[in-house]
């Protein structure tokens, strides 16, 4: 026990006395930072194996309750703003991270690939439906001129077919009125 205290360490028990809470909730508060540090021996342990707390813990864990009654805060998110957050990635998720990224970026270049083929296809559809467009357009016009044309036609032909069947109708009149061959002799 005079170790501890030369070296300004407090016991759970001890430092359970100073926060004003039990070992059991101090216990709680110590595992809520190890995995917030990802580091199991954040805190120095005694040869038993019992953790063992700085002042600075203490302090630590007092700002960490206080932090975690504002709005929307827990005991992990507080924890989070006051100890260091383990930024060292294990190989093997950095491997797989590095796989993933890979892969995203492959299927983002595909996608890219195929987006421009459909811009493509949608130009040359744009282009096409503009093109069919102009020769309905150019169609309509001599659609248009053909009835014009073919009207014009129509009233000359019905123009001439009058004056063709008047002429016959004069021409039946006058032959009715030399009447037949032997009317000229007898008559």
């Known amino acids: 026990m005079s170790k501890v205290k030369t ?8 430092a359970a006395k100073d ?3 039990s070992v059991a909730t101090l216990r ?20 038993q194996n019992n953790r063992l707390y700085t002042q600075k813990n203490i302090e630590d864990f007092k700002e960490m309750v206080k932090l975690s009654h504002g709005p929307k805060m827990t005991l992990e998110t507080s924890a989070a703003q006051i100890y260091p957050v383990a930024d060292v990635k294990k190989p093997t998720e950095t491997n797989s991270d590095e796989k993933k990224l890979e892969e995203l970026q492959t299927a983002v270049a595909k ?24 020769s309905k357009e ?6 248009d001129t053909l009835k014009q044309q073919a009207k ?19 021409e039946k009149v006058s032959d009715d ?11």
């Open 177 to 187: 009125k030399k009447g037949h061959w032997w009317n000229r002799f007898m008559g």
């Open 138 to 143: 150019q169609l309509q016009v001599e659609l």
């Open 7 to 14: 070296n300004n360490l407090l016991t759970p028990a001890q």
């Open 152 to 170: 014009e036609k129509v009233e000359n032909t019905d123009s001439s077919k009058n004056e063709t069947i008047k002429e016959r109708i004069n």
């Open 19 to 21: 926060l004003g809470i």
């Open 28 to 47: 709680k508060y110590s595992l809520i930072v190890e995995r917030t540090t990802e580091n199991s021996k954040y805190f120095e342990r005694n040869s």
């Open 111 to 134: 996608l890219e690939s195929e987006n421009k083929k459909r811009e493509l296809t949608i130009k040359e559809l744009q282009q096409e439906l503009t093109d069919a467009q102009k």
